[in-house]
């Protein structure tokens, strides 16, 4: 996994709730174009989940539901 990856899960994580991409951004420093990208990567690779439509969260959070 790299380590922008690494950097958006562990944002999710610390987070404990949903976020937005920008959201997403601001916490890892990362821009949004990027951050998009990531979570596209992580959405099919079972790392992160959408609750909700435009909101991501670590895969662990769903199970905690």
């Not at 420093?29 to 909101?55: H, M, N, Q, W, Y």
Request: charged share 35%; hydrophobic share 35%; glycine share 4%.
């Amino acid at each position: 996994m790299a380590d922008d990856e690494q950097k958006v899960l562990d944002a999710l994580k610390d987070a404990g709730k949903p976020m937005r991409p920008g959201e997403i951004a601001e916490a890892t420093g990362l821009e949004s174009k990027e951050v998009s990208k990531i979570l596209k990567t992580l959405k099919s690779a079972d790392a992160v989940c959408t609750p909700k439509r435009c909101f991501y969260a670590h895969a662990d959070y769903e199970k905690s539901e």
